[in-house]
């Protein structure tokens, strides 16, 4: 019953920009917020970003049009906040993003807690635009602002019997809505294979737009895949857990026909029930041909040459 639930859900149309843009109005807070410049500012207002300071243009640019700041924070995925793309811009004020401290724990010489502003100094910020293209066929073009996931990996110098990692998000009734709503099986986990997790190209995000992350883009941090399915980019996370065996992640645990641990983009497997061909990137109405990891094979399909990628799906 849950899977059928949650099939329903993922197979539902997708909203047509025309509609969601006029369905609710997200006041974006911009400039209420003292922008002093440093880091590490407390977060009055959780709808507001607040400035990133000293950023550095990051490798792997790239000059497709960046989809507007409105439809990057209110068109989403964010399920602990409902499941309507426009839930999370709605319900995510109650998440208080700060204090916040992530636990990076599991097969590491050096496991630790980390408060979210120790986190956000821990490397220099770059302001990275990547693709991002979602399972259920759309797609956009987000300038991120992060460091690599391994800049945090190798300061906690994981063992050798250490091959995968996991990402646990908030489980916090009080602050997640959507929580009570039985759609997954919460917490939301997802993982990634240690050398995936280690590709430059992996990016530990803080910000969006230059700002800090709205809380529905998964404040106050999130990973970013950019050649996997959405869903593997997991948002306000608290815990990164280095382990010996394949993690099971909550939608592979779910619908696991349907969603695989490796989740590539790859138009040349279908998902079960939609074709991943094509693409509509959020702000336009004719389609794009999807790309082979999304356009990024020249810095990542080395990693999979082994893989039967129709098996591993
Ligand atoms: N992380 C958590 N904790 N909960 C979620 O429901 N949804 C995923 C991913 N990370 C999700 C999550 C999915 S399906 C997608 S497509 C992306 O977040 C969406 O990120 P965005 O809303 O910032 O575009």
Request: with cysteine.
């Amino acid at each position: 019953m849950l899977i059928q639930r949650l099939t329903d859900i993922l197979s539902s149309e997708i909203t047509a920009p025309e509609i969601y843009r006029g369905r609710r109005e997200f006041m974006r807070a911009a400039g209420t917020l003292a922008l002093a410049g440093g880091l590490g500012l407390q977060v009055a207002d959780a709808a507001a970003g607040v400035k990133l300071a000293g950023t550095r243009p990051g490798p792997y640019g790239t000059s497709e049009e960046l989809t507007p700041y409105k439809d990057v924070t209110t068109y989403n995925n964010f399920y602990e906040f409902g499941t309507d793309k426009a839930d999370p811009a709605v319900n995510a004020g109650s998440l208080n993003p700060r204090p916040w401290t992530v636990r990076v724990d599991g097969l590491v010489n050096r496991p630790g807690q980390y408060d979210i502003d120790a986190l956000l100094k821990l490397a220099s910020l770059e302001d990275r635009i990547y693709r991002m293209r979602c399972v259920e066929g759309w797609s956009m073009v987000v300038p991120w602002v992060g460091y690599p996931l391994n800049e945090l990996i190798r300061r906690v110098e994981p063992l050798g019997s250490a091959k995968y990692v996991e990402f646990t998000t908030l489980n916090d009734r009080a602050r997640m809505p959507g929580l009570r709503s039985p759609v997954l099986d919460w917490p939301y986990t997802e993982g990634l294979r240690l050398d995936e997790a280690r590709h430059p190209l992996t990016l530990l995000a803080v910000g969006l737009y230059g700002e800090t992350l709205p809380n529905q883009n998964g404040a106050p941090v999130r990973i970013v895949v950019p050649w996997k399915y959405g869903f593997k980019s997991a948002k306000s996370i608290v815990r990164i857990r280095f382990v010996e065996h394949r993690p099971i992640s909550s939608w592979e645990r779910a619908a696991p026909r349907e969603y695989g641990f490796y989740s590539n983009v790859n138009p040349e497997v279908d998902h079960p029930r939609w074709s991943q061909s094509r693409e509509r990137r959020i702000g336009e109405f004719r389609k794009r041909k999807t790309l082979m990891f999304n356009g990024y094979g020249e810095q990542v399909a080395r990693m999979y040459t082994n893989l039967d990628m129709r098996r591993y799906y």
